[in-house]
């Protein structure tokens, strides 16, 4: 019997175990990735909006933080596959057929990207499809590429393949592109750049690499194909609320909802970081929102608060 099993090791989860720790709390932290930090394997951008910090990206943070949780006394269990969890018991049971229980259970296991579920998408990644233009654009240089969706991440990432491909379009199911007025502001000034909106990629095709997309948009007849060379794909994320999808209240779009103590639907159940957070998702929230949860569980077990 732990006090507090938290399932999931990214920022959330991490700073809810550091918290846990410090307050006296016994413990024990399940993520099944082999390896700790969550989304932040996938920030190849600047952190700079995190007070004090100022890294190249993700994989910094993501060493700071190992450093820092080194010595501490909590336990984590990487690549632990979850079979289910009885929240009002604060069970755990694990693929392996181990039973965990605690007092409190934390929630923290944010969110994924979204995929389209097209025929070529599982084929071609990494042979023309890219996840990130800040690291992977030389890879495209000088081709000509598809962008799928419409927010500020999909269009922060064709301005960055615009500076090294010599068409970009931009395709989008909605009317009007989602994004910010200072990315949509430089879309206008930049010829390399087209959007197409109310429009859908439906297939993308190739042999041993991506050589064109399949476009369907609203005021054509039929789809059309056309020769790219790469594609990116930023169509939003979907929450990690599988293991808890009969169980606790969610939301429509699948968020964990919670009160202002981060506490699920279930008494000491809690729920942190972006997986209870779709309008703020950010590595200060997530943190913030493990504190706050630590703090509360260690005030009803009468430990320092
Ligand atoms: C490209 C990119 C750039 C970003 N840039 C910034 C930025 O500059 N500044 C900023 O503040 N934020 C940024 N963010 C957002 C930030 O990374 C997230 O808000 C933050 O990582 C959320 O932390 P989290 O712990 O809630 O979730 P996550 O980081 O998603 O971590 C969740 C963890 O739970 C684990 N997990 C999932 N399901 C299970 C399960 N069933 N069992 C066990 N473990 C499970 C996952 O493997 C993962 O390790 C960026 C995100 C991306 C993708």
């Known amino acids: 019997m732990h006090d507090v099993i938290i399932i999931g090791a990214g920022p959330a989860g991490l700073s809810a175990a550091l918290w846990c720790d410090d307050l006296g709390l016994d413990t024990l932290v399940l993520e099944s990735g082999d390896e700790i930090?969550?989304?932040?394997?996938?920030?190849?951008?600047?952190?700079?909006?995190?007070?004090?910090?100022?890294l190249a990206n993700g994989h910094e943070?993501?060493?700071?933080?190992?450093?820092?949780?080194?010595?501490?006394?909590?336990?984590?269990?990487?690549?632990?596959?979850?079979?289910?969890?009885?929240p009002k018991a604060k069970k755990v049971f694990l693929r392996s057929g181990e039973e965990l229980q605690a007092i409190a259970l934390i929630f923290a296991t944010g969110v994924r990207r979204r995929r389209l579920g097209i025929p070529g998408e599982a084929d071609f990644q990494g042979r023309g499809i890219i996840e990130s233009a800040t690291r992977d654009r030389q890879l495209l240089a000088g081709r000509d590429v598809?962008?799928?969706?419409?927010?500020?991440?999909?269009?922060?990432?064709?301005?960055l393949l615009a500076e090294v491909c010599p068409t970009v379009t931009i395709v989008h199911r909605?009317?009007?592109l989602g994004a910010r007025t200072a990315f949509l502001q430089q879309i206008q000034n930049n010829h390399c750049l087209t959007v197409f909106t109310e429009s859908n990629v439906t297939r993308i095709l190739g042999n041993e690499a991506v050589e064109a997309v399949e476009i369907v948009r609203k005021d054509a007849l039929k789809p059309f194909q056309m020769a790219v060379?790469?594609?990116?794909?930023?169509?939003?994320?979907?929450?990690?609320?599988?293991?808890?999808?009969?169980?606790?209240?969610?939301?429509?779009?699948?968020?964990?909802?919670?009160?202002?103590?981060?506490?699920?639907?279930?008494?000491?159940?809690?729920a942190i970081g972006d997986v209870a957070n779709p309008k703020s998702p950010t590595i200060s929230s997530a943190c913030g929102a493990g504190a706050t949860a630590a703090k509360v569980i260690a005030s009803r077990m009468n430990k320092r608060s």
């Open 37 to 54: 930090g969550g989304q932040l394997k996938q920030v190849y951008n600047r952190i700079e909006n995190y007070p004090g910090l100022n």
């Open 61 to 86: 943070l993501i060493a700071q933080i190992s450093e820092g949780i080194k010595d501490k006394d909590f336990d984590l269990w990487t690549s632990v596959e979850i079979e289910s969890i009885n």
């Open 146 to 159: 598809c962008v799928v969706g419409g927010g500020d991440a999909a269009v922060e990432n064709a301005l």
């Open 174 to 176: 909605s009317k009007k």
């Open 229 to 270: 060379g790469g594609v990116l794909i930023r169509i939003g994320v979907e929450p990690n609320t599988e293991l808890v999808r009969d169980q606790l209240q969610l939301d429509d779009k699948g968020y964990v909802l919670i009160n202002s103590e981060q506490e699920t639907s279930i008494a000491n159940v809690f």
